[in-house]
């Protein structure tokens, strides 16, 4: 023991302001969770130990007969410790590495740079260089591995600085701390060991400053920082660097005449295994991140290729598939299916309701498919299965998915019921998936264009009408500026007298090459390709045109023209017929509009206001086509219409059914007149069906027996010879039926639809045409009819 001199007292001073810097360590190490938390208390632990151990080492040294050698490398072995320790924490401190395996990596580039270090100072300080001269520090426990501590820290804040995330500041200045104390770890133990007070007072002055710079930057990081790394940024160039250093080292060593002794080995050994350790990482970075490459391409491709709805296949998936090889004694078959009247569940009840069926047809269809078939959703309520089998076996499966498709869909909002279309085709040729859709798609369109609710095979001549289609509706472009286009007028008669008291115009195409194009082929190509409107406008200008025409000669007539449901529902029609109406000069009551009884399957609501606004401008409405099989009674009290067009499927009917019919037509005519309406009878062909007409108190009369649609000037001259005649057009107004015997009254339901069978049920003493009433069933009203409108008066 001997007395302490004033630097060994200031060194011990100085150690004790390291205190209040492990307190705040420790203290921030509490207040944080996770990463941060542990990083912080290994910083306190490592702070902690390495004060420790100086303090003990200095108080050892001042007051304890100690060996000064066993005591240094006691004091280095403790350091060393606690300066590995504050190392460890630097290394998980958040911003200092995103991963465990980043965390290794930046200690190998340490270690690395670490041990270049080491080598040039062990040829500086080593013969024949020498640079400190005779001041050389024999080599020992007390000096090599505190100094092996403070290369390592050195090279981990050298790879920090260029390698930890945001904010960097923080880490690097973490780093750099650990570093003095390593420093001062060096000096403190070889001090002691060699008795050097200078250097133990630098090492416990070091010291301290070393902690206070931790604990200063571990303060103002105020939240922990959360990192992501990327491999392919990363990079080794600085490992030439020490690499350089070393080689040119050695290379200076051995032409000076110095000896490579073990501890030159060692740095070299170092070097090598911390190269070699650094590759071994990377190359396993390298596999790592390229399995994770392919996991994620594959993930990315199957979500590419699948319907995030009904994690079925979507068009790229189906496509994939169609273009495997296909199995040899198997052919290859493409079921294309749609829902019918999709459109409705979303506009009433919602998007989300919607999604639940798309998601529920899924899981029917998958439930439905064998090993090796791919059911995929194309977009929308459209859907298609890939099978290998016949076409035969096809057809037979699609009528068991429309089985499955037409049964109710259990939401939160209720059922909801749909059908479906279905359409087969098979693969003309292996590869040819173009073809294939092509060909399903088509025979879903023809399903569709049937009326729904079934299974078409394609055929070949699916294309010769899709290339027909195509080339009207480029043609029908054009019509009407080429005067293709052109009006005929069929004459309607009052009955008995057979005058003509109006006309319907109807259209014809007559086209230079194609010939003459059937209404029933062109129209449907209009209105599918929104010419309908353009060519409706030209149609109601034309008719007006001529109607005003024979209005100015004296002629008594007016005239109608069909109106589509597309027409009906365009933006301000009405204004459109005033306008037109006004442009002629021709009464409003002139001119009559008829709606397709197909019509009435629309928005009943929405059909009735358009009506409603048509008939404001003072023109008429006909239903035309009654008894097709849509208007039920109820539905036809309620729509502002002032003509009944009796089908010609009942006017037609005695010739076959001798006996049955005409009770048909006698309903029909009854109810249109206890309903207000005037009655027309299309199809006229045979004088048997006129006498029928007329025995139903029928007063207008439409067809082959009365003429043709012929051009304006041949019906004009059909009026002239009528007015030549020298009597007066019958006035046609709504007759009141006569009374007849009849078989005994029966309950029935009042239904016109579908089609003809409801309304045979119907007898002409049914309790519902009582003279001047119409009864309804159930909670229905009962009204009077006004008295009737007359028609066709001036």
Not at 320 to 334: G, K, N, S, Y
Not at 686 to 714: K, M, N, T, Y
Request: charged share 20%; aromatic share 4%.
């Amino acid at each position: 023991m001997h007395s302490p001199s004033g630097v060994e007292l200031a060194g011990l001073a100085s150690l004790l302001v390291a205190v209040p810097a492990v307190a705040l360590l420790a203290n921030s190490g509490r207040r944080h969770t996770g990463a941060a938390r542990r990083a912080h208390l290994l910083l306190a632990a490592g702070a902690a130990i390495t004060t420790a151990a100086a303090l003990a080492g200095l108080l050892s040294d001042l007051f304890l007969a100690q060996r000064p050698a066993q005591l240094g490398s006691a004091v280095a072995v403790a350091m060393a410790l606690g300066t590995s320790t504050l190392l460890a924490g630097t290394l998980v401190l958040p911003g200092a590495a995103e991963n465990a395996g980043a965390a290794w990596r930046h200690l190998l580039d340490g270690l690395v740079v670490g041990a270049g270090l080491w080598f040039v100072g062990w040829v500086l300080l080593s013969e024949p260089t020498r640079i400190l001269g005779d001041h050389t520090p024999k080599p020992g426990v007390s000096i090599l591995l505190p100094a092996a501590m403070a290369a390592v820290a050195t090279g981990l804040t050298a790879v920090l600085a260029v390698h930890a995330h945001r904010p960097r500041h923080i880490t690097v200045r973490v780093a750099a701390g650990v570093t003095l104390v390593a420093v001062a770890a060096t000096a403190l133990s070889s001090g002691i060991c060699r008795s050097w007070p200078g250097i133990v007072l630098l090492g416990a002055v070091l010291l301290p400053g070393g902690l206070v710079v931790v604990a200063h930057a571990v303060k103002i990081a105020d939240r922990p920082v959360e990192v992501t790394g990327d491999i392919t940024q990363r990079n080794t160039g600085y490992a030439f660097v020490p690499m350089s250093a070393m080689v040119g080292a050695l290379g200076y060593h051995l032409a000076a005449g110095g000896v490579f002794d073990v501890f030159g080995f060692l740095g070299f050994s170092v070097e090598g295994f911390a190269l070699v350790a650094r590759q071994y990482l990377a190359l396993a970075d390298v596999k790592s991140y390229t399995l994770q490459l392919r996991h994620r391409e594959s993930h990315f491709r199957e979500l590419a290729h699948t319907d995030p709805l009904t994690r079925l296949a979507n068009r790229r998936g189906l496509v994939r598939a169609l273009r495997e090889p296909a199995a040899r004694e198997r052919p290859r078959v493409l079921i294309g299916l749609d829902l019918d009247g999709f459109k409705n569940v979303n506009d009433m009840r919602g998007h989300d309701v919607g999604d639940a069926v798309l998601v529920e047809v899924g899981e029917r269809l998958r439930a439905n498919l064998r090993e090796g078939d791919v059911a995929a959703r194309l977009g929308g309520d459209e859907f298609a299965v890939l099978m290998w089998a016949t076409p035969e076996e096809a057809m037979l499966a699609g009528k068991r998915l429309l089985a499955v498709l037409g049964e109710p869909y259990d939401t939160e909002d209720g059922s909801v019921f749909l059908s479906a279309s279905v359409g087969v085709a098979g693969s003309p040729a292996p590869g040819d998936t173009g073809e294939l859709m092509r060909d399903a798609d088509l025979a879903l369109r023809y399903a569709k264009q049937r009326g729904k609710n079934r299974v078409e095979r394609y055929q070949r001549r699916y294309d010769e009408l899709l290339r027909r289609h195509s080339v009207l509706e480029n043609e029908l472009r054009h019509a009407i500026e080429r005067e293709q286009l052109r009006l005929v007028f069929q004459p309607v008669v009052a009955l008995p007298s057979m005058r003509p008291v109006g006309a319907e115009a109807l259209l014809r195409w007559h086209h230079p090459e194609l010939g003459a194009v059937r209404p029933d082929e062109f129209i449907p190509v209009a209105e599918e390709s929104g010419l309908i409107n353009m060519i409706g406008s030209w149609v109601l200008d034309q008719a007006c045109e001529q109607l005003s025409q024979w209005l100015a000669v004296g002629h008594d007539v007016w005239v109608s023209v069909n109106l589509s449901p597309k027409e009906l529902h365009a933006a301000d029609y009405a204004g459109q017929v005033a306008g037109v109406l006004q442009k002629y000069g021709v009464p409003a009551q002139r001119l009559v509009l008829e709606v397709t009884e197909h019509a009435v399957a629309t928005d009943m609501d929405e059909l009735i206001r358009r009506l409603c606004e048509l008939r404001s401008t003072g023109v008429r409405i006909a239903l035309d086509d009654f008894g097709a099989g849509y208007s039920s009674l109820g539905q036809l009290r309620k729509l502002p219409v002032d003509i009944l067009k009796i089908d010609h499927a009942l006017v037609a009917e005695p010739e076959s059914r001798t006996g049955t019919a005409a009770p048909l037509v006698d309903v029909v005519v009854r109810l249109g007149h206890r309903l207000g309406l005037e009655v027309l009878a299309e199809g006229i062909g045979s004088p048997a069906q006129r006498a029928i007409v007329e025995e139903a108190g029928c007063r207008l009369g439409q067809g082959s027996l009365f003429g043709w649609g012929v051009p304006a000037e041949h019906l004009e001259a059909q009026l002239e010879t009528a007015r030549s005649s020298g009597s007066r057009p019958v006035p046609v107004q709504r007759a009141r039926p006569a009374t007849k015997p009849t078989a005994p009254a029966r309950s029935q339901v009042i239904m016109l639809g579908p089609g003809m069978r409801q309304l045979r049920a119907l007898l002409p003493t049914d309790p519902a045409f009582s003279e001047g009433e119409v009864s309804r069933t159930g909670d229905q009203d009962v009204r009077s009819v006004d008295a009737p409108r007359e028609m066709g008066q001036s």
